[in-house]
C-alpha cells in the first residue's frame, strides 16, 4: 500500500490565469471585494507565475483573463487533480460555473482524463479539498457540500491499488486550505485559529496514517504548496505566503518564519499575494498543479 504522502506533490506542469481588470475594480464576481491596486495584483501573479517556471522548473501553462470572470485567477477551486485524472467542479456560487470552461479544455489539451459532476444537487470548491498523498480529506463549507465530498470520493477511490479516502471535514466558515495545508508527505501545516486546530484534530481522528503538525500563528499563512518537481535530485519546494504580505503582527511574522525553518527537508520559497488576498485568492487557489507528466 505505500507510505503516507508517497503520491503528493510531484508534477511537471502549473496552470495559471491572469488577472483581469474587472478583478481589480472590485467587482469580484458580485462578492462585494475591495477595489485593488490593479498593476500590483498583476505583478504579483507575475512572480507567482515565475517562480514556478524558473525556481521550480515547472512547465507553466498560463490561461489569458476574462473580463467577464473577475474571479477566474482563483482556478484552483475548478478542479481536483490527482495523477492524470482531473475533476471538474461545480462550484457552488453560480456566477463562476462557467469559470471551468477554459480550465477543463486546457487539460483535455494536456491530455487528463476528465470526470464531470453531474449531480446538479452536488456542490464542490478545489480549495475545499486537501490532497495528503494517501488520502482526500473534504472540508464541507458553504462552498462544498457532502455530495460534492462523496463524488470527490468516488472519483479517486482507487488509483493502481491504492485506496483514497474521502473524509468529511465539519463545516467551516474558511475553504479548508484556507485552514491547513501539506508542508511535508507527513505534516500538516495549519492557523492557529479554532477552526484550524479543529479541522486537524478531525484529520486526525478519521485517518490510519498518522501526520506531524505544525501550527503557524495566522491561518492564511498555512495556505501552501508542497512540491515534488518531476526532475531527479531535486530537492522539494514549499511555495507559502512571504515577502512581509502577512496581516500580522511583527512578531507573529517572526514566529511563523522560525516555525517553517523546522520543515528542513524542505527549501521554502516565499511569495507575496498580499494584493489578491484582498480577492480572496490564498496561494492555493492561484494555480492548478499537475502531479504527473500529461499524457502526449
Known amino acids: 500500500m505505500g507510505t503516507p504522502g508517497e503520491g503528493l506533490g510531484r508534477c511537471s506542469h502549473a496552470l ?13 464576481a458580485g462578492a462585494g471585494f475591495p477595489a485593488l491596486d490593479l498593476a500590483k495584483a498583476q505583478r504579483e501573479h507575475g512572480v507567482l507565475g515565475g517562480k514556478l517556471r524558473q525556481r ?3 512547465q507553466l501553462l498560463e490561461l489569458p483573463p476574462e473580463e467577464s470572470l473577475p474571479l477566474g485567477p482563483l482556478l ?4 481536483v487533480i490527482q495523477g492524470d485524472t482531473a ?10 460555473r462557467p469559470e471551468v470552461d477554459g480550465v ?12 464531470e459532476m453531474g449531480d446538479e444537487n452536488a456542490t464542490l470548491d478545489g480549495t475545499d479539498v486537501l490532497f495528503t498523498g494517501r488520502e482526500f480529506f473534504v472540508g464541507l463549507s458553504k462552498w462544498t457540500n457532502h455530495r460534492g465530498a462523496e463524488i470527490v470520493a468516488d472519483t479517486f477511490r482507487v488509483r493502481s491499488g ?25 505534516t500538516v501545516v495549519a492557523g492557529s485559529s479554532e477552526a484550524a486546530q479543529k479541522a486537524v484534530r478531525a484529520m486526525a481522528v478519521l485517518t490510519d496514517h498518522p501526520y ?16 515534488r518537481p518531476g526532475l531527479p535530485g531535486v530537492p522539494p519546494f514549499l511555495l507559502h505566503r512571504g515577502g512581509g504580505d502577512l496581516s500580522t503582527t511583527n512578531n507573529n511574522q517572526r514566529k511563523e518564519s522560525q516555525a517553517l525553518q523546522k520543515l528542513s527537508d524542505v527549501t521554502l520559497v516565499p511569495v507575496s499575494c498580499s494584493e489578491l488576498e484582498k480577492a480572496g485568492a490564498g496561494l492555493s487557489s492561484l494555480c492548478l498543479v499537475l502531479s504527473t507528466r500529461p499524457h502526449s
Not at 17 to 26: F, K, M, Q
Open 212 to 227: 506531524a503538525s505544525l501550527t503557524l500563528p495566522d491561518d492564511a499563512a498555512a495556505d501552501c504548496l508542497f512540491l
Open 104 to 115: 477543463r479544455k486546457a487539460l483535455q489539451d494536456l491530455g487528463l482524463r476528465i470526470v
Open 76 to 79: 484552483g477551486d475548478t478542479a
Open 16 to 28: 495559471i490565469r491572469g488577472v483581469p481588470e474587472s478583478l481589480a475594480s472590485g467587482e469580484g
Open 162 to 186: 491504492t485506496s483514497f479516502l474521502e473524509s468529511p471535514i465539519p463545516p467551516a466558515s474558511s475553504h479548508l486550505r484556507g485552514l491547513c495545508g501539506m508542508g511535508g508527505p507527513r
Open 87 to 96: 475533476l471538474i467542479t461545480r462550484p457552488w456560487s453560480l456566477s463562476r
Open 56 to 58: 521550480l522548473g515547472l
